[in-house]
C-alpha cells in the first residue's frame, strides 16, 4: 500500500526558533498533501493544501507567515513553522493524495513541542 | 458544508464484546463517508470508506459501517473486539468529488480484558 512518511517524529525546540518538518510519499507520486494540526484529544484542522510546484493554498484562520508550506517535488512537502512559541506545541500530521484513487493516505505525525 | 457528529466521546467496552461506534453528518450534498483508526502517536489509517454502491461496507480488521441516508448515519460496527482494537476512531465526510474529508471530534475506544 501506498506510505508516507514524516521527519522527525518527535521535536523540542526553543520558544522563538523555527522547526521544519518533512513529509514524504515513498512509493507514489503526490501531486497534492495536506497539512493538519491536531489538539489533545481533539480532532482534526486542516492547515493547508499543499499543491506541486504551486503555492499552498491555507485555511481561514491559518498565519501563511508563520507556516510556511514548500511543495517542492512530487514526493515532498514541508511544513516549516517559524518563530515558534508554545501555543504551537501540537501533533502535526500531513496526508498525500494518490495519483489513482485520490485516497489520502497519511503521515505517522511529528509532535512538536516549544518551550 | 459538511460536518460530523460522534455522538460519544468515549466507549468501554469488554474484549469479545460486539462495539458500535456513532457517527451522524450534515451536508447539502451528497457524500463520501469514512472511518479512520489512530494508535496512540500515530496518524491515521483508514478502516472503511462508503462511496457509492451497497450501503454496508465491510473494512479492514473486522470492522464495517452502514451508510443510512434518511437518518444521515453511518455508524461502524465490530461483532467482537480484542484488545488491539483500543484507538481513536474518527468519522469523516466529503462532498462528493472531493477527497477532503473534516473529520469528527473522535471516539475514544477502550476494550477491557
Known amino acids: 500500500g501506498a506510505v508516507v512518511s514524516q521527519h522527525p517524529s518527535r521535536v523540542i525546540c526553543k520558544s522563538g526558533t523555527s522547526v521544519k518538518i518533512e513529509c514524504r510519499s515513498l512509493d507514489f507520486q503526490a501531486t497534492t498533501m495536506f497539512w493538519y494540526r491536531q489538539f489533545p484529544k481533539q480532532s482534526l484542522m486542516l492547515m493547508a493544501t499543499s499543491n506541486e510546484g504551486s503555492k499552498a493554498t491555507y485555511e481561514q484562520g491559518v498565519e501563511k507567515d508563520k507556516f510556511l508550506i514548500n511543495h517542492a517535488s512530487l514526493t515532498l512537502s514541508t511544513l516549516t513553522v517559524t518563530s515558534a512559541h508554545p501555543e504551537d506545541s501540537s501533533f502535526y500530521i500531513c496526508?498525500?493524495?494518490?495519483?489513482?484513487?485520490?485516497?489520502?493516505?497519511f503521515g505517522p505525525g511529528t509532535r512538536l513541542t516549544v518551550t | 458544508a459538511q460536518s460530523v457528529t460522534q455522538l460519544d466521546s468515549q466507549v468501554p467496552v469488554f474484549e469479545e464484546a460486539p462495539v458500535e461506534l456513532r457517527c451522524n453528518y450534515s451536508?447539502?450534498?451528497?457524500?463520501?463517508l469514512f472511518w479512520y483508526v489512530q494508535y496512540p502517536n500515530q496518524g491515521l489509517q483508514l478502516l472503511l470508506k462508503y462511496l457509492s454502491g451497497s450501503t454496508l461496507v465491510k473494512g479492514i480488521n473486522g470492522f464495517e459501517a452502514e451508510f443510512n441516508k434518511s437518518q444521515t448515519s453511518f455508524h461502524l460496527r465490530k461483532p467482537s473486539v480484542h484488545i488491539s482494537d483500543t484507538a481513536e476512531y474518527f468519522c469523516a465526510v466529503s462532498a462528493v468529488g472531493s477527497y477532503i474529508p473534516t473529520f469528527g471530534r473522535g471516539t475514544s475506544l477502550i476494550v477491557h480484558p
Open positions: 496526508s498525500a493524495q494518490g495519483e489513482m484513487d485520490y485516497e489520502q493516505y
Open positions: 451536508s447539502s450534498v451528497s457524500v463520501y
